[in-house]
């Protein structure tokens, strides 16, 4: 079966530097995605890893490390309209379109 | 209209009704999805459609019917379900390229079964 763990929820304060974590052992690995889902909302595309190392946009950077089934969510200079949950989601066929979520980590960012 | 939309928004059903959900893309995509979101659970990819042709049923029950007249338009129709259907149901959609395949979700039906 496939297993994609990343923690439930998360607390960090306005301005500050959080890092959220996601492990997976799946059958297959074509590339790790991360989605931001406000409350009510639908998720948005924030980044997209296949190959280890740091990929930076902005405020937001995603890690990967293939050998360890480890990739990581960082956040910087949080902001309130950051509160959301994260998707860890892993590719697991050649084609890239199935994806399999782990269940989210809800951040709620305080003042 | 812009991006990915679904309705209705909200659905409430009994057991034995037949009801349909609709979604429609405008981004010129060539693959569309259905997943189930539940309280507490992981989003659960259900259906994959590519150049209209449907390329995963991800152990569905047979309740749940998809139908994708063409590359802009999905369905799921819905008849004789059970309680524990209530979720939201999401449709996405993506360009098949090599590289990243980045699905747009649309809002969601959040569809409620008595």
């Known amino acids: 079966g496939q297993n994609i763990d990343q923690p439930t929820e998360m607390t960090a304060t306005e301005g500050a530097i959080v890092q959220i974590n996601c492990t997976y052992q799946?059958?297959?690995?074509?590339?790790l995605f991360w989605y931001q889902q406000h409350a009510g909302e639908a998720p948005t595309f924030l980044s997209y890893?296949?190959?280890?190392g740091l990929e930076e946009k902005g405020r937001f950077s995603s890690f990967l490390s293939r050998s360890k089934g480890y990739s990581y969510l960082l956040l910087k200079e949080l902001q309130m309209k950051d509160s959301a949950s994260y998707l860890c989601?892993?590719?697991?066929?050649?084609?890239?379109?199935?994806?399999?979520f782990g269940g989210g980590t809800r951040l709620m960012v305080k003042p | 209209e812009t991006g990915v939309t679904q309705t209705p928004r909200h659905l409430v059903m009994g057991m034995t009704n037949k009801k349909s959900l609709k979604c429609e893309q405008h981004l010129g995509h060539n693959a569309m999805y259905w997943y189930k979101q539940s309280a507490k659970k992981p989003l659960e990819l259900m259906f994959v459609y590519n150049f209209k042709e449907q390329t995963e049923n991800n152990s569905v029950p047979s309740r749940f019917s998809p139908e994708c007249p063409n590359s802009s338009h999905l369905f799921l129709h819905l008849h004789t379900l059970q309680p524990e259907d209530s979720a939201l149901y999401l449709c996405a959609s993506s360009q098949e390229t090599a590289g990243v395949n980045e699905q747009f979700f649309g809002p969601g039906t959040r569809l409620t079964v008595l």
């Open positions: 989601a892993v590719s697991l066929n050649n084609a890239g379109n199935m994806l399999t």
């Open positions: 890893n296949v190959l280890d």
């Open positions: 799946t059958s297959g690995f074509n590339g």
